[in-house]
């Protein structure tokens, strides 16, 4: 099965020193993340029932947006996929335990949801793996950047959880920790705000705001800037 991809928001597509970090649009691309997904959230998460043809997919894939982190040989690393609010979040659904009751969920334009985060348990070397998740989340902000998104909900291992608040990004918890089934592992829900990432870091990591603002275009371009206020300014974009 191939679900289509969303039209309806910018795509983006940078280099990140040895990768490519870029939207999901083709069935090659597609079906890699679909086997990533099994093999993570299958195979070795336990979060979802395992599937004959090793691949992982649901309805949200219908409107979801998925961007990835590619080797130069085209072999896809790490992703994530983002729902915007167009369609159901799964914290709407699936993961509705994580929120404390009487929570009303966010379903402005300019809030998404991100799932599916992943990075291939192939890679068995800390520091790339570091680096690729660093990719992944470059391409969660700046997908955030062009398509004006502010805030993000997440839904992720507690321990998780504490090491984005530590990279600099200013993830609070909704919701308690809940173990939920199958895994039995303590999962969290939280929100992410663009904007006071943006300011945070201005003062206390600004070398890692410039870093994740700064990108080089397929072309050859270098574009900086591109922090949650980009939209309003009168710089190049990147499709």
């Not at 679900?3 to 940078?14: L, M």
């Not at 502010?150 to 090491?163: K, P």
Request: proline share 6%; charged share 25%; glycine share 8%.
């Amino acid at each position: 099965m191939q679900f289509p991809v969303s039209s309806e928001h910018k795509a983006i597509a940078f280099h990140e020193g040895e990768f490519l970090v870029k939207t999901l649009t083709d069935d090659a691309d597609l079906q890699q993340a679909y086997r990533l997904r099994h093999r993570v959230f299958a195979e070795t998460l336990g979060w979802v029932p395992s599937a004959e043809d090793g691949t992982e997919m649901d309805m949200y894939d219908l409107w979801g947006v998925t961007v990835g982190v590619f080797a130069r040989d085209g072999v896809l690393l790490g992703m994530a996929r983002l729902l915007p609010p167009s369609g159901k979040f799964m914290l709407e659904n699936e993961f509705g335990a994580l929120l404390p009751r009487g929570y009303a969920i966010r379903k402005e334009p300019d809030t998404a949801e991100i799932t599916r985060l992943a990075v291939s348990p192939d890679i068995h070397d800390a520091r790339r793996s570091s680096r690729i998740l660093l990719g992944v989340l470059k391409g969660i902000y700046q997908w955030a950047v062009d398509n004006e998104i502010r805030y993000y909900y997440l839904e992720v291992e507690q321990r998780f959880l504490r090491a984005l608040r530590m990279l600099g990004f200013p993830c609070e918890p909704i919701g308690p920790v809940v173990n939920l089934s199958p895994a039995d592992v303590g999962v969290v829900a939280g929100i992410y705000d663009m904007v006071r990432f943006d300011e945070e870091n201005r003062y206390k990591r600004p070398a890692f705001l410039e870093w994740i603002s700064t990108l080089a275009t397929p072309t050859g371009t270098l574009v900086t800037g591109r922090t949650s206020t980009f939209s309003h300014r009168p710089v190049p974009a990147l499709a």
